[in-house]
């Protein structure tokens, strides 16, 4: 029976991403709705049951996605639009974890660092939902370029800032600079490991596809590389998505020491090498949303209403600010900027962080623990919704939009 579902699972993907390109409708939405189909709702599966399997697979997710990603970016697309990239994504969070900190302080009466700590948890954007539905509106490049690194860097904010604000909770006190440290080096040495991962990869590669059944080698190093710098203490996640770039950029990396070193030229990947990875993408993509829909727990009203309210105060921060610094922006962008907002995979790991502080130290260190994580779980939920109902609702304008532009 699990071998029936799988496979079906599959085809129900290719249906769904049919429906889309005809009707605009999500087919993460569908996705998710199986998980919770056989989920929460019928309990045949339970996320017990995944065992480590799941947390694998919504990594495994992460990484192929974001390394994907940077294949099908431009180089200097990236450098023509990376100031902007910056404010959005720095203006985004920092507004967005203040909303949300003040609306659960004041409303749901948390104390300011558990306030800021679910604030930081929800700030930043999912590069699993928002880079595959992104690729399949066809956007522009500027709007693809920054909504793909915006998704990478939100996940280091998240990140650096919800671990800082752990630790500030158990010692009695946060240190800024040392977030901002933090932040600035897990950027810049994951950058450093995937450019230099990526020129060597792509100076072997003539070698390596001599090699028999050597298509997977590529991602076996992204693997590797990914697993090496997340022990570095730095951030996979842009090392993934640098790697890459240089993979599909090889002509913007070419050193002369490599000339010295007796290799050819960097090669770039070929077609069927692509495809291939793409296809394995939409394969993970399939199960992460239902991985994702069995995982949403609905034991309790009051963490639901309370994550469907912050998910709406999120949208809302976002449409005023992509209003204010997008004036110059088509109304096409502006409108996709608004509404590529959804949480996932980070947000659903560091929710439950607090809580297993508690479990360990025995007694409770970190107030509303449990609250903070089933509260993150439904925003997760409200704002994938959301975010599939926006672009539904919009599809008529963005398809227009679209006509205008081509």
Same mark, same amino acid.
């Given at each position: 029976?699990?071998y029936?579902?799988?496979g079906?699972?599959i085809?129900c ?8 390109s005809?009707r605009?409708?999500?087919d ?19 996320p ?5 399997? !799941? ?20 180089? $200097?697309t ?5 100031? !902007?990239v910056?404010?959005?994504t720095?203006l ?11 609306f659960?302080h ?10 800021l700590m679910l604030?930081a ?8 939902? *928002?880079?595959?539905l ?9 709007t693809?370029?920054?909504l793909?690194?915006?998704?990478? &860097? @939100? ?10 604000? =752990? ?5 009695g006190n ?6 901002? !440290?933090?932040?600035? @080096? ?7 490991v995937?450019?230099v %991962?990526?020129i ?8 390596i596809?001599?090699?028999?059944n ?5 991602p076996a ?11 570095? %203490?730095? @951030? %996979?996640?842009?090392? +993934?998505l640098?790697f890459?770039l240089?993979?599909?950029n ?5 050193m002369?020491f490599l ?5 050819? $030229?960097m ?6 090498e ?19 829909g069995?995982? &949403? ?6 963490p639901?209403?309370?994550g469907?309210?912050? +998910? ?5 921060i976002?449409f005023?600010?992509?209003?204010w ?17 959804p949480k !996932?995979?980070? #947000?659903a *790991?560091? +929710?439950s962080?607090?809580?297993q ?8 260190? =970190?107030h ?5 994580? $089933?509260?993150?779980? +439904?925003?997760?939920?409200f704002? &994938?919704?959301i975010? @599939?109902?926006?672009?539904l609702? #919009?599809?008529?304008?963005l ?8």
């Open positions: 029976m699990t029936i579902v799988l079906l699972l085809f993907a290719h249906l769904f991403s049919a429906w889309f005809r605009r409708i999500p993460v939405l569908f996705l998710m709705l199986i998980g919770i189909l056989i989920g929460p709702a019928t309990g045949w599966v339970v017990e049951y995944l065992g480590k399997v !799941g947390p694998v697979l919504a990594s495994l997710t992460l990484l192929f996605i974001l390394f994907d990603s940077g294949i099908d970016m431009r180089l $200097d990236v450098r023509q639009y990376w100031s !902007g910056v404010q959005v720095l985004s969070f920092v507004l967005s974890m203040t909303g949300v900190a003040m659960c004041w409303l749901l009466y948390f104390n300011w660092q558990s306030a604030g948890m929800v700030s930043g954007t999912a590069a699993a939902i *928002v880079i595959p992104v690729k399949q509106l066809k956007v522009s490049d500027k693809r370029v920054t793909t690194l915006e998704s990478a &860097i @939100s996940g280091i904010l998240c990140i650096v800032i919800s671990l800082a604000l =752990i630790e500030g909770y158990k010692l946060v240190s800024v600079w040392l977030m901002v !440290g933090r932040v600035f @080096s897990s950027i810049l040495m994951a950058l450093i995937g450019v %991962g990526g060597v990869w792509a100076s072997f590669m003539e070698k596809r001599k090699l028999q050597s298509m997977f080698l590529t190093f992204v693997f590797v590389l990914y697993g090496v710098t997340e022990l570095l %203490g730095y @951030s %996979g996640a842009i090392a +993934a640098t890459g240089v993979l599909g090889p002509e913007y990396f070419e002369p000339k010295k070193l007796k290799l050819k $030229d090669a770039p990947l070929e077609e069927r692509t495809s291939f990875y793409k296809e394995f993408v939409f394969i993970l993509k399939t199960y992460f949303f239902v991985y994702i069995i995982c &949403i727990p609905f034991t309790n009203i009051w639901l209403a309370y469907a309210m912050i +998910a709406i105060v999120l949208f809302a976002r005023v600010l992509v209003k610094v997008g004036k110059n922006n088509t109304p096409f962008d502006r409108l996709t900027v608004s509404i590529m907002i !996932g995979l980070v #947000s *790991v560091l +929710a962080m607090p809580e502080v508690n479990i360990a130290a025995g007694y409770e260190i =970190i509303n623990a449990t609250m903070i994580k $089933d509260v993150t779980y +439904a925003v997760i939920f704002s &994938i919704i975010c @599939s109902i926006l672009v609702i #919009s599809s008529k304008h398809v227009k939009d679209q006509l205008e532009i081509e």
